[in-house]
């Protein structure tokens, strides 16, 4: 009894086998790219071959690209495809018989390459070592979407039978493909859902536990697998997670808005490398970024509620008249403030470009403050009262980097905002220690230095910490008129000494810091007690005031004070 066989003498029996055997690879979970390598070891055990590749189009569309195969060696293969692309837009002598049969739906046959010497494939076939080929089409219905070839090491002749049975596998393989890929599809369909599954619990669970943006940004870069930074538009770090280096403008790396009421206020950066981002990434972030966006908007709410409170209280404070500081000291304990003991109060005057006491400004004035003033204890009291920053500091408060005289925190506080660019401005006053219910008579004195400095070239901070009675006059809510008074009294000495670059108002300042003694003031100033008492006598006779009068003397202080604090020369 004979063996049935095929046209090309292959045992049907082994021909069933095989495509049995592809068709149960493509109902189990192999990739599409070892079932297009068992396909291609068949053809070879089939039909002979010394080696065997099938051909499939790259991301692009313009190429074909050897996706499975048996034989072919690792650098060829290589070599095809990063070197030596089919190039599916080439025609002509240049065409690879690949390209051809892939364009064209017919078989293509070399039966011996050096029988071409024009042959344009002829380096590649050297170095893989084959003579002879057949390229035909994977077709799926009308469509063609691959190539098979076979190869031989030695020159081949293809007869009619043969071409015919690698075309009918190619066919089946054809089909083959399309169910692995659509499975394929299907798998990665399902794997992005998981993902998405994965990134919607993630995120969902670390809005519920309330992580604020650290946890956003911990989850995100757990998620992804890479560095993640969040800042706002202000460019200040609201968190980090891996990051590295100091700032986001170097490197490889993609950024999301983080919006809010419509407007963009914050930027979620991820460092793209090693790998570039999928859709799956991208809808990670997209996610990330509204949790973030509702972060952000607890924060603000919880910042606003504690913004009214630093106000209301502050608000008393300032406008008290003393009869109820008992239970005013009770509700500030309760809200976290220790207010007992002589306070030391510091108000600044800013100037930036949006509406003083508008949203932005007085959240990030808050904000840098809050910053400023970590750790110290006890914990200061800071509001916006009347456009104005406001800090309630204890007498004895401590705490890193806040040590030391007061003057001297005012100015790194004004440094601080200055540098980080929340103003454009800042000038700052303080007074001396004060029980609370004295803090509204300090505040309408140090409101007035700032409104008689505004203008002027004043220094950073305005020391009022010696108690005097011209600091009554910085009470008046009258810049201008403080301004006049100045002049009327000094203006003569002040433009004597502008004209001819002398110093009588200098000078009259120090003799009067101590106490009239001539002789004392000229060791301060590196004068001769004899140039102090004509610097003094030219000073009276422009001035028409004589030192000796008590009056007139009160009358050169209090002007000596506004005209330092507004600056006038």
């Known amino acids: ?48 071959y010394d080696f065997c590749g099938v051909f499939l189009p790259d991301e692009s569309g313009q190429a074909l690209a050897i996706v499975g ?31 051809i049969a892939f364009r064209t739906g017919e078989a293509v046959v070399l039966e011996d390459i050096e029988l071409h010497p024009g042959f344009a494939w002829g380096g590649v076939a050297d170095e893989q070592g084959y003579r002879a080929l057949v390229s035909v089409p994977l077709r799926r219905g009308s469509t063609v979407v691959g190539a098979l070839n076979g190869y031989h090491a030695r020159p081949h002749r293809f007869d009619a039978a043969e071409i015919s049975m690698v075309t009918t596998l ?63 538009v202000y460019d200040e770090t ?14 490889e790396h993609s950024w999301s808005p983080v919006v809010l009421d419509g407007d963009v206020v914050a930027r ?73 003991g002589e306070q030391v109060l510091l108000a600044v005057r800013c100037v930036e470009r949006d509406k003083p006491g508008s949203r932005p400004m007085t959240e990030r004035l808050l904000s840098a403050v809050d910053r400023f003033v970590a750790g110290v204890s006890p914990r200061p009291l800071t509001a916006v009262h009347r456009g104005d920053l406001v800090l309630v500091w204890a007498r004895d408060a401590r705490g890193p980097g ?19 660019e929340v103003v454009e401005r800042a000038l700052s006053a303080v007074a001396p220690p004060a029980a609370v219910q004295d803090l509204s008579g300090v505040f309408r004195t140090l409101r007035g230095a700032l409104e008689l400095a505004a203008d002027g070239p004043s220094p950073a901070v305005i020391d009022l910490q010696e108690i005097a009675i011209d600091h009554l006059l910085l009470q008046l809510d009258d810049p201008e008129g403080l301004r006049a008074f100045a002049r009327s009294v000094l203006g003569p000495a002040l ?46 006779e422009l001035t028409g005031l004589r030192l000796a009068k008590p009056r007139d003397l009160l009358r050169l202080t209090a002007s000596l004070t506004v005209a330092q604090i507004a600056g006038l020369r």
């Open 1 to 48: 009894m004979s063996v049935p066989t095929s046209r090309s003498g292959v045992p049907l029996e082994r021909w069933l086998d095989a495509l049995a055997t592809i068709g149960e690879a493509v109902g189990g979970d192999e990739p599409v790219t070892d079932l297009l390598g068992r396909v291609a070891r068949t053809a070879c055990t089939l039909l002979g």
């Open 69 to 99: 195969s048996h034989g072919l060696l690792t650098d060829y293969i290589a070599e095809v495809n990063a070197s030596r692309p089919i190039l599916l837009d080439v025609r002509g002598a240049d065409e690879a018989p690949t390209s």
């Open 170 to 232: 190619a066919t089946q393989v054809a089909i083959a493909l399309g169910t692995a890929q659509l499975r394929a599809r299907e798998q990665d369909t399902i794997r992005e859902l998981r993902r998405a599954e994965e990134i919607h619990t993630l995120l969902t669970a670390t809005a519920l536990r309330g992580e604020g943006v650290e946890g956003v940004a911990a989850a995100l870069a757990e998620l992804l697998d890479r560095p993640v930074w969040i800042e706002d």
């Open 238 to 251: 609201l968190a980090r997670a891996g990051w590295l280096t100091e700032d986001t403008s170097g490197g």
């Open 268 to 340: 979620i950066h991820v460092q793209d490398l090693p790998a570039a981002l999928t859709r799956l990434d991208m809808r990670a972030i997209e996610h990330a970024a509204v949790v973030t966006a509702l972060e952000l908007l607890r924060a603000r709410t919880a910042a606003e509620v504690e913004q009214r409170l630093r106000g209301s209280l502050v608000a008393e404070l300032l406008n008290s008249d003393g009869a109820d500081i008992a239970a005013l000291l009770g509700r500030a304990r309760r809200l976290g403030w220790d207010l007992s």
């Open 402 to 420: 806040v040590d030391g005289e007061i003057t001297e925190v005012a100015a790194r506080l004004v440094d601080l905002l200055t540098a980080e």
């Open 495 to 540: 433009d004597y000494d502008r004209e001819r670059s002398t110093e009588l108002v200098h000078t009259a300042r120090v003799l009067l810091e101590h106490d009239l003694d001539r002789r004392a003031a000229a060791a301060a100033l590196h004068l001769h007690p004899n140039t102090v008492q004509q610097r003094t006598r030219r000073l009276e």
